[in-house]
Each structure stands twice: as structure tokens, then as C-alpha cells.
């Protein structure tokens, strides 16, 4: 209740009292009182991402969840007290691992390490390009990527579709390295059901090897394996290095037989000119062979850089068509490589004059 002048008042309303000063004269002083309703508490719930913070309520910051609570005074003077719920939801995280080197050619698998709960969104970079990949239901997602030359990864963001966290600042550089050259060794001329020892090279310490096919040797995964067979066989050998990039070399075996005169001579060449005019001489231009065990190719282009006629088999040539239609006359260069009965490699390149 509300006291005046000796009176305890608990409702609006006039009041009037009578009073008597020293002198004992009389005076009457009226009072007219109203009750204003108190202001009733409010309670505010909110959520926020970290990123949001510091939250800002009714003048103050706040820079962790819980809840907090302001007393207020209204226009009239009346208090009153509110309170603030606040979550703080965490930002998801996301981070990126995976070897520093990768052979040229070959594809990377990036591992990105998320935290949150998905689905998740991630935006990534290249250095040149941005790149996002959307509805990411598992961590570590697992991301494949083909440089062809040293690039750095990074992430940019990630949401868990509550909240967007823009300062991941995870990165990796992968280092391309150089594919190693394949190299093919010069024919190796052995008899049937002979030890013959072969040997791939040694590019550095550690080499590991790996033949094929493996028939034909005693051991397929060495550098130096005897070969034992009946066939003429060509060998692939894949030589892992250090760095894990790989080269294939190549090399044939040919098998003479027993008592044949292991100098035997090859050649290979092509005329300087031919004339397809269907009368059954020099109609078509094709390698002309001695001793020759097997053509890998043989090509023809026009002054252009077209290629016009392309063949594996001996004695197959050109005779001037190109789908359907003569062709010109004209200077043609052509291009061979060949396997000869010697065990040596045949590589020739010249001109032949197409003559009508």
C-alpha cells in the first residue's frame, strides 16, 4: 500500500484529509491517486551463429550463450525484469590433407575433414577457379583432383545449413612432378629355350620392376631376370622410382634358329616416287623390306600435315585415294619405324612424289 498523511491507500481514487497545524487552525489537503500496471517480463529466445557474435540486447554485448537477465523502468517508473535465452551454434570446420607430390597424368585424392553435421556445402579453389560441392552427407569427403602442374588447394567456406563459416583457412600444395620417358633397348637375339640374361636400367636407388608378360622369365619383378623360352617376346618393364612416378621401357627378344648366322642384315626404304594410274606397276607407294620381322607404322601426309594413309602391315601402300577422291599431284612425306630380323630398330622419314 501506498502511505500519506498517516492513511495506508490501496486503490486509485480522491483522498482528503483534515489537518491541524500548531496554532490549531485547520487545513485539508486532497490527494488523487492512480495505479499504474506494472511492465510484465519478457523472455527473448534467440539463436546465433558464432560468426554473429558479439549479440547485442538492449545495450549490452554478449559474447557466450545463456541467459541473462535486464531489469527495466518504465516511462512511469515502474520496473520490470526481461530475460535472454541465447545458443551459440558453433561454425563447422572443414580442413584438407593429402600427400605433397603426384606423378603427371595421374589423379590426387584430397581428403576434406568436416565438422558439424551435414549435409554440408563446401566452397573450394584451385588459385584459378572456384568450385563447390554441394550436399556432402560424410566426413572426410573424399576429393579427387588431376593437376597438371604444382597447384594449392584451399578451402574458402563451409556450411552446415545453419551456418557459413568464411574463414577456414585450410590449404594443401600438391607438387606435380615429371612422368619419367619410356625408353626402348636395343633387341635382344637369342635361340630357342636359351638362359639369356636381360636388364632394364637403373634410374635410382630403390627401383622396383615389374616385366610383362611374365612368361618366358625366371623372375618378373627384378631388374636383371634370365629369359628362357620358345616365342619371340617383347617385354614392357614398369620401373617404379623414388618419387612414385613410373616409366615404361620396352624391349623384344627374337629368337633366331640354332646355326643361323647372327649377322644378318636388314634395310628399309621407300621410292622417291610412285604413279597410281591402275596400269600394275608403282601403283601404290609402301616400304620396300629386307629382312624386316615386323612394320610398327607407316605414314603418309600431305603438304598440310594430314595424315592420308597409316598402315602396320608390310606390302600394304597408298595408292593415292583419299576417301574416294584422287588426290593431287604433289610431294607426300612419310614417316616409318620398323623391327628388323637383325634386332635392330628401323626409323625412316622422307618425300615420294605422287605422279599422274
Known amino acids: 500500500p501506498f502511505t500519506w498523511n498517516g492513511l495506508s491507500i490501496t486503490q486509485a481514487g480522491p483522498y482528503q484529509v483534515t489537518l491541524k497545524n500548531v496554532a490549531g487552525c485547520d487545513s485539508v489537503a486532497k490527494l488523487n491517486v492512480a495505479v499504474s500496471q506494472s511492465v510484465t517480463g519478457v523472455t527473448t529466445v534467440r539463436e546465433v551463429c558464432a560468426s554473429e557474435l558479439p549479440y547485442i540486447w538492449n545495450g549490452q554485448s554478449y559474447n557466450t550463450a545463456g541467459t541473462f537477465s535486464v531489469t527495466l523502468k ?4 515502474c520496473d520490470s525484469m526481461v530475460r535472454l535465452v541465447l545458443t551459440v551454434t558453433p561454425l563447422a570446420t572443414a580442413s584438407i590433407t593429402e600427400p605433397s607430390t603426384v606423378c603427371l597424368g ?3 585424392t584430397i581428403s576434406i ?3 558439424g553435421t551435414g549435409p554440408w556445402t563446401v566452397v573450394y579453389t584451385d588459385g584459378s577457379n572456384n568450385y563447390t560441392l554441394n550436399g556432402i552427407v560424410s566426413s572426410p569427403y573424399q576429393l579427387n583432383v588431376k593437376p597438371t602442374a604444382t597447384t594449392t588447394y584451399s578451402i574458402l567456406s563451409v556450411n552446415d545449413g545453419k551456418c557459413t563459416n ?3 583457412n585450410s590449404s594443401v600444395t600438391i607438387t606435380v612432378l615429371p612422368a619419367q620417358k619410356g625408353v626402348r633397348y636395343p633387341t635382344v637375339r637369342t635361340t630357342a629355350n636359351t638362359n639369356t640374361p636381360l636388364s632394364a636400367r637403373l634410374i635410382a636407388s630403390g627401383n622396383t620392376y615389374l616385366w610383362n608378360p611374365n612368361v618366358g622369365l625366371n623372375n618378373y619383378q627384378i631388374q636383371n631376370p634370365i629369359f628362357n623360352y620358345n616365342q619371340d617376346t617383347e617385354y614392357t618393364i614398369r620401373i617404379n622410382t623414388n618419387n612414385g612416378c613410373d616409366a615404361v621401357d620396352t624391349v623384344m627378344v627374337v629368337l633366331r634358329e640354332l646355326g643361323q648366322a647372327p649377322d644378318i642384315k636388314s634395310n628399309i626404304f621407300v ?3 610412285w604413279s597410281p ?3 600394275g606397276h ?4 609402301f616400304p620396300l623390306t629386307v629382312n624386316i620381322k615386323e612394320l610398327y607404322y607407316f605414314r603418309i601426309f600431305n603438304r598440310w600435315g594430314q595424315l592420308v594413309f597409316e598402315t602396320n602391315v608390310i606390302g600394304n601402300g597408298w595408292d593415292g585415294i583419299l576417301k574416294g577422291q584422287p588426290q593431287v599431284s604433289d610431294v607426300y612425306t612419310w614417316t616409318l619405324e620398323a ?3 637383325d634386332g635392330k630398330q628401323y626409323k625412316r622419314s622422307g618425300n615420294s612424289v605422287l605422279l599422274r
Not at 74 to 77: A, L, P, S
Not at 282 to 285: C, E, H, R, S, V
Open 166 to 168: 568464411s574463414n577456414v
Open 74 to 77: 518504465n516511462q512511469v517508473g
Open 282 to 285: 608403282n601403283d601404290k607407294l
Open 271 to 273: 621410292p622417291k616416287a
Open 339 to 341: 623391327l628388323g630380323l
Open 277 to 279: 594410274n591402275r596400269d
Open 106 to 108: 595421374f589423379s590426387k
Open 113 to 115: 575433414h568436416l565438422t
